[in-house]
């Protein structure tokens, strides 16, 4: 059991483009999903966490208007990144809490910006 | 900010051998930790968890042990296999970090030599 999945794994886009991410719970409902980005050789950078029905909360220095972030049910929350620029090429990988601590990551989505 | 952009350290071990990865944490608060693995391309699978009523707990070939008044974590990998070669994580989380983030540490890569 709980599996989380995410869509597309790798995507390449062109630079001024939007490109959606999926982040889908398989077998449990989530009322949080959190949102990470991470470069080559580095730690998770914690983004947003999702909260299910309302609007998700930013961390600190991350862009609310370049990454919008959408949960509008309790097994699917989506990340698009607005006017991608090279510089946002990144892993990014979600998560769906599913008690009060327990966190089950998805597989990330590649994320290369030409 | 709680993740650095350092590069990560590394920790060589040989097959059979035991391997022990340490981790300091930041929040003297943090009341849950966490230990995940994460493969190359993957997003992070958890391992073994410990809360903070706890000092030591096993799993299947791992063992975590939690020091608070030093915040430090380790986790301990007996008979360290070439499947165990990835990027280990420290997580902590819990009353101290607001709606359940996780603050994850710098990692540690872990190479298994035959």
């Known amino acids: 059991g709980a599996v989380v999945s995410q869509h597309p794994s790798r995507v390449i886009c062109k630079s001024g483009t939007s490109v959606k991410i999926e982040c889908r719970s398989l077998?449990?409902?989530?009322?949080?999903m959190f949102w990470y980005r991470q470069f080559p050789k580095q730690s998770l950078m914690l983004m947003a966490t999702?909260?299910?029905?309302?609007?998700?909360?930013?961390e600190q220095g991350v862009e609310k208007d370049k990454f919008l972030i959408n949960h509008a049910s309790l097994t699917l929350s989506t990340l698009t990144v607005t006017s991608a620029h090279p510089e946002d090429s990144s892993f990014y990988i979600c998560?769906?809490?599913?008690?009060?601590?327990?966190?089950?990551f998805g597989p990330g989505t590649r994320l290369t910006v030409t | 900010g709680e993740n650095v952009g350092l590069h990560l350290p590394t920790l060589s071990v040989q097959e059979g051998d035991n391997s022990i990865i340490n981790c300091a944490y930041s929040?003297?608060?943090?009341?849950?930790f966490i230990w995940y693995k994460q493969e190359s391309g993957k997003g992070p699978q958890f391992i073994i968890d410990?809360?903070?009523?706890?000092d030591k707990r096993q799993g299947q070939r791992v063992t975590v042990l939690l020091n608070k008044t030093v915040k430090h974590l380790s986790l301990q990998i007996a008979a360290t296999q070439p499947g165990d070669s990835a990027v280990y994580f420290c997580?902590?989380?819990?009353?101290?970090?607001?709606?359940?983030?996780?603050?994850f540490g710098q990692g540690t890569e872990l190479s298994v030599k035959p």
């Open positions: 929040n003297s608060a943090s009341d849950y």
């Open positions: 997580a902590e989380g819990g009353s101290g970090n607001q709606g359940g983030k996780l603050i």
């Open positions: 410990i809360r903070s009523n706890m």
């Open positions: 077998d449990f409902q989530a009322t949080t």
């Open positions: 999702s909260n299910e029905g309302s609007k998700a909360t930013y």
């Open positions: 998560s769906a809490r599913a008690g009060s601590y327990e966190q089950y």
